[in-house]
């Protein structure tokens, strides 16, 4: 396969803990529930991986203990083959972890993440990895990390002339140049609504988030929108794009965005148009929801490209 430049994605690694249950506990409610497991996840560490399954050649800025979990986040770099040299190993603090309920019966979760070693990311750090970060097709970051780290980020990879993918997840208010500083910006409709102030449940209310974002800066807006697809939106592009219908083969929405997001990112790096990159990336996220966990529940290229055909040819 062609591997283009680098794709440098800044965020955090936590371990994944993910209980499932007929439905959730109420307050002060102990129940057994139907099942456990432990894996790999945090939003940015789930990108890198959707993103080097896709094919892109990936690296990956965060901090994690030097503990179990610090253990998992490295050997899952190296499983994968994601570059790994701007991932610190730090003794002071515990890697981070995430405490996902999912409600089997209504496919809903909820979550709460700590994320531990990565906090202690600085802005400076990103200039340690400015080397790293100038040699990238795109630098993508998510809000698991401090905003001004975040920030740092979006400016060095600016200042290098590498485009950038701000998915702000989970919402969390932004300093106004972040938006000016974001080639793409990819909210779900619950993050767009919190940004933009307005609710986002239609493809009009998301064109309206859009117009908002790209009034504060962006340059490209990319809303999504579940399974009701994509709402994309720049200066020459005004396009809803319809989400794949897996019907009953969804399993677990945990990670979707993710996925979408590393897929979206690694299209974007192959030179694909943008229509085409966020199909990719609403491809991505199909396969994802059909398989449990969230890193590995990410598709590798032949199968995304296999449902991408599927499609074409109906
Ligand atoms: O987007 C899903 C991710 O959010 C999970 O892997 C969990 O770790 C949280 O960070």
């Known amino acids: 396969m062609k591997m283009s430049k680098p794709i440098s994605i800044l965020g955090i690694f936590v371990a994944d803990l993910t209980f499932r249950s007929n439905r959730m506990p109420r307050q002060g409610e102990t ?9 790999p996840g945090g939003k940015g560490s789930n990108q890198a991986v ?13 901090k ?9 986040a490295m050997k899952l770099y190296a499983d994968e083959g994601i570059n790994s040299e701007f991932v610190w190993e730090i003794p002071k603090n515990s890697t981070g972890a995430a405490a996902i309920m999912v409600n089997e019966e209504s496919g809903d979760n909820a979550i709460i993440v700590v994320p531990g070693a990565a906090d202690e990311l600085v802005p400076d750090d990103l200039e340690d990895a400015e080397a790293g970060i100038a040699e990238c097709a795109y630098f993508m970051a998510s ?4 905003i001004p780290v975040m920030q740092r980020g979006l400016e060095v990879a600016k200042r290098n002339g590498v485009p950038t993918i701000l998915n702000p997840a989970p919402a969390a208010i932004l300093p106004d140049e972040v938006y000016g500083l974001s080639d793409y910006f990819t909210p779900n409709e ?3 609504s919190m940004l933009a102030g307005i609710p986002v449940e239609t493809v009009e209310q998301a064109r309206d988030a859009a117009k908002v974002f790209m009034d504060r800066g962006v340059d490209t807006v990319v809303i ?11 200066s020459e592009i005004r396009q809803h794009v319809p989400a794949f219908d897996m019907g009953d083969k969804v399993l677990e929405t945990t990670g979707a965005g993710d996925a979408f997001n590393g897929g979206f990112a690694h299209a974007l790096a192959e030179g ?9 990336g609403s491809a991505t996220a199909a396969i994802s929801v ?3 966990g969230t890193a590995p529940a990410m598709p590798y290229n032949n199968e995304i490209q296999q449902l991408l055909d599927s499609q074409n040819t109906q």
């Open 290 to 292: 059909t398989r449990l």
């Open 64 to 72: 994690v203990g030097k503990d179990t979990f610090g253990e998992m």
């Open 190 to 192: 619950t993050e767009a």
């Open 50 to 62: 959707a993103a080097r399954r896709a094919g892109a050649k990936t690296m990956f800025i965060t």
């Open 143 to 146: 809000l698991e990390v401090p």
């Open 224 to 234: 999504t929108l579940g399974e009701n697809g994509a709402y994309v939106r720049n």
């Open 272 to 280: 694909m148009p943008l229509i085409d990159a966020v199909r990719f």
């Open 31 to 39: 129940f057994i529930g139907n099942s456990f497991k432990l894996g």
